[in-house]
Every structure is written in C-alpha cells, then in structure tokens.
C-alpha cells in the first residue's frame, strides 16, 4: 500500500499564487508517475497535470484555462514529493486538489489517491 499526503492549499485572493505538495510513503514501492486532479463544487475530478518520474516529462489536461501558463509541476525524487505551483489564481480555480501515484508494490501496479487539499481562491 502507499499512502498519499497532500498539503498547501488555503484560501488566496484572485491573482496569487499557492504551491501543493505531496507525498508518498509506504514499504518497497517504486513510483511511475504522480500527478494532480481537482474537483470543484458541483463538478467532475479534471486532470491537471503528470510528471514521470525517471526522465520527467511532464503532461498536462486541456481542461483547464491556461494551465500550462500558470501551473507547473515539479518532483524531488528524493523525496518521493511532487509538486504543483499555482499562479495567476482565479475564483474559478476554487476546489478541492488531489495527488495521483501511480507506482507499484511487490511488483504490482496501481493508482493511489490522497484525501485532496482544499484551495478556495477569493474575488
């Protein structure tokens, strides 16, 4: 099993910026990816952002406006952390933040979630 703890989010006016982390812990597991989701009020989880972790390409949704221009996602392997900066905030960035590991244990492979961090951007 491989736990994942994310952390950061807050309240932010419109404009700012908020950086998320996340981690992963757990025995003997090798990470693949890890990525970011949200989900906002009355809305379905959109994909953010992914980062390989050997080589780090780095994906990112179509969903959301501007992503590219205002998140970027970053890892410490080290760490087993990953990050997502946010900047240019808007209201309609308001949503609870979740952290995707997809890594494996004792050889196998699965897709694990954290409880999501909530980021409420104010007008």
């Known amino acids: 099993q491989v736990e994942v703890v994310e952390s950061g989010g807050g309240v932010v006016q419109a404009g700012g910026s908020l950086r998320l982390s996340c981690a992963a812990s757990?025995?003997?597991?090798?990470?693949?990816?890890m990525g970011w989701f949200r989900q906002g009020p009355g809305q379905e989880r959109e994909f953010l952002a992914r980062?390989?972790?050997?080589?780090?390409?780095?994906?990112?949704?179509d969903s959301v406006k501007d992503v590219k221009e205002r998140f970027s996602i970053s890892r410490d392997n080290s760490k087993d952390a990953v990050y997502l900066q946010m900047d240019r905030l808007e209201p309609g960035d308001t949503a609870v933040y979740y952290c995707q590991a997809y890594a494996a244990v004792d050889g196998r492979a699965a897709y694990y979630w954290g409880q999501g961090t909530q980021v409420t951007v104010s007008s």
């Open positions: 757990g025995r003997s597991f090798s990470i693949y990816s």
């Open positions: 980062i390989n972790w050997y080589g780090g390409s780095t994906f990112f949704g």
